[in-house]
């Protein structure tokens, strides 16, 4: 293959007048990468049409697109095509769209190769009734190892593990700031995140901020109630610059989801990465995370923070306790979690592991 010239296509865009989601921004960082590498653009969808450069990105948002049975997450817009004429590589992010399914048609239409990441989420989709439609992409580049094997991709050999990334200049330590006995949620305060079991964990001695959006008011009021007589903040309106801030000051980052929520809910897929825990660890905190969905994947137990079982209080509090106890040890696993951020989880790695698959080679993970 000639030099990529590289569309990736996302039903949103990340930030205001799109979306605070993990799914938004990965396309973005991932894009905004590449394009340090390749030619690259940003195609998304909104009420309102833009264009703008992002370093060396083109990102364009078309619109008002055509929104499949009245789903937010499900755009359509003929403007793509053009686009998708442009690029030798398109990349959609999420499968079950049917936004992508047409992009994937108009690249085999057009030889050009097209691959598919998903990031959760979806609508609907022609491939729930045509399931030869996956045959369209050239590839599945899955984002943790737990991603592939829930889509059915481990014996796929057009699949590959091209995990997510972090900003390492922007989320790293600051030796000026001193570690502070406060532990960190970063992410939507909702049931199957398991942040209740967070807060009744929550030691004597340690503070916790809860940093993200509320979307479940019985689970906030459920939140608030457990919340009472502990240093329990609310913060539902940090940007990044605060976010850093939190995670340098932080004893350390916790993820704690579970399958199984307060409520008896099941969800079957939590977590498909767990970005914030890449977030806090590329700053220098240990991280505490459940063994649940890919999060054993990021952290390294006892050596990078602590892997404990979902659902468990009594768990995570021990953790927690040995964290607070032992800042000597913390302050070491904080050293080795940014370490291993630098070995795996950088945008470059990705850009790289995502570039090999494109062109049918492999890079290493």
Same mark, same amino acid.
């Given at each position: 293959?000639?030099?990529?010239?590289?569309?990736?296509?996302?039903?949103?865009?990340?930030?205001?007048?799109?979306?605070?989601?993990?799914?938004?921004?990965?396309?973005?960082?991932?894009?905004?990468?590449?394009?340090?590498?390749?030619?690259?653009?940003?195609?998304?969808?909104?009420?309102?049409?833009?264009?703008?450069?992002?370093?060396?990105?083109?990102?364009?948002?078309?619109?008002?697109?055509?929104?499949?049975?009245?789903?937010?997450?499900?755009?359509?817009?003929?403007?793509?095509?053009?686009?998708?004429?442009?690029?030798?590589?398109?990349?959609? !992010?999420? @499968? %079950?769209?049917?936004?992508?399914?047409?992009? +994937?048609?108009?690249? &085999?239409? *057009?030889? #050009?190769?097209?691959?598919?990441?998903?990031?959760?989420?979806?609508?609907?989709?022609?491939?729930?009734?045509?399931?030869?439609?996956?045959?369209?992409?050239?590839?599945?580049?899955?984002?943790?190892?737990?991603?592939?094997?829930?889509?059915?991709?481990?014996?796929?050999?057009?699949?590959?593990?091209?995990?997510?990334?972090?900003?390492?200049?922007?989320?790293?330590?600051?030796?000026?700031?001193?570690?502070?006995?406060?532990?960190?949620?970063?992410?939507?305060?909702?049931?199957?995140?398991?942040?209740?079991?967070?807060?009744?964990?929550?030691?004597?001695?340690?503070?916790?901020?809860?940093?993200?959006?509320?979307? !479940?008011? @019985? %689970?906030?009021?459920?939140?608030?109630?457990? +919340?009472?007589?502990? &240093?329990? *903040?609310? #913060?539902?309106?940090?940007?990044?610059?605060?976010?850093?801030?939190?995670?340098?000051?932080?004893?350390?980052?916790?993820?704690?989801?579970?399958?199984?929520?307060?409520?008896?809910?099941?969800?079957?897929?939590?977590?498909?990465?767990?970005?914030?825990?890449?977030?806090?660890?590329?700053?220098?905190?240990?991280?505490?995370?459940?063994?649940?969905?890919?999060?054993?994947?990021?952290?390294?137990?006892?050596?990078?923070?602590?892997?404990?079982?979902?659902?468990?209080?009594?768990?995570?509090?021990?953790?927690?306790?040995?964290?607070?106890?032992?800042?000597?040890?913390?302050?070491?696993?904080?050293?080795?979690?940014?370490?291993?951020?630098?070995?795996?989880?950088?945008?470059?790695?990705?850009?790289?592991?995502?570039?090999?698959?494109?062109?049918?080679?492999?890079?290493?993970?």
């Amino acid at each position: 293959m000639r030099s990529p010239r590289v569309v990736h296509i996302s039903p949103a865009t990340f930030g205001s007048g799109g979306l605070f989601g993990g799914g938004e921004r990965y396309a973005l960082e991932l894009a905004r990468s590449m394009a340090e590498v390749v030619p690259t653009r940003l195609v998304s969808f909104a009420d309102r049409p833009r264009r703008e450069r992002v370093g060396n990105l083109d990102v364009i948002v078309l619109g008002p697109p055509w929104y499949v049975r009245g789903q937010r997450l499900n755009p359509v817009h003929p403007g793509v095509i053009r686009h998708i004429g442009w690029a030798n590589v398109v990349h959609c !992010h999420q @499968r %079950f769209v049917l936004g992508s399914t047409l992009a +994937a048609a108009a690249c &085999r239409l *057009t030889g #050009r190769r097209v691959f598919v990441s998903d990031l959760g989420g979806g609508g609907w989709d022609v491939s729930a009734y045509l399931p030869a439609v996956r045959h369209l992409y050239h590839g599945f580049l899955d984002i943790s190892r737990y991603a592939r094997s829930v889509a059915g991709h481990d014996a796929e050999p057009q699949a590959s593990v091209v995990y997510g990334g972090v900003d390492t200049e922007k989320f790293s330590p600051d030796p000026a700031v001193p570690r502070e006995p406060l532990v960190v949620y970063a992410g939507r305060l909702l049931p199957h995140k398991g942040v209740d079991d967070l807060v009744a964990a929550l030691p004597d001695g340690l503070s916790l901020e809860l940093i993200g959006r509320p979307y !479940h008011d @019985r %689970f906030l009021a459920d939140l608030k109630r457990l +919340a009472e007589g502990k &240093r329990v *903040t609310f #913060r539902a309106d940090c940007d990044d610059a605060e976010l850093v801030r939190a995670y340098r000051r932080a004893l350390c980052v916790v993820l704690p989801s579970v399958y199984r929520d307060r409520y008896g809910n099941e969800s079957r897929v939590p977590e498909l990465l767990g970005q914030t825990l890449i977030e806090g660890m590329a700053c220098g905190a240990p991280a505490v995370c459940t063994d649940v969905a890919s999060m054993p994947e990021i952290v390294q137990n006892d050596a990078t923070g602590f892997i404990v079982p979902p659902n468990d209080p009594s768990a995570l509090r021990a953790a927690l306790e040995r964290l607070r106890d032992d800042p000597t040890a913390a302050a070491r696993m904080g050293t080795a979690a940014r370490q291993r951020v630098l070995d795996h989880f950088t945008w470059p790695a990705v850009v790289k592991r995502c570039l090999a698959a494109y062109t049918g080679e492999r890079a290493a993970t």
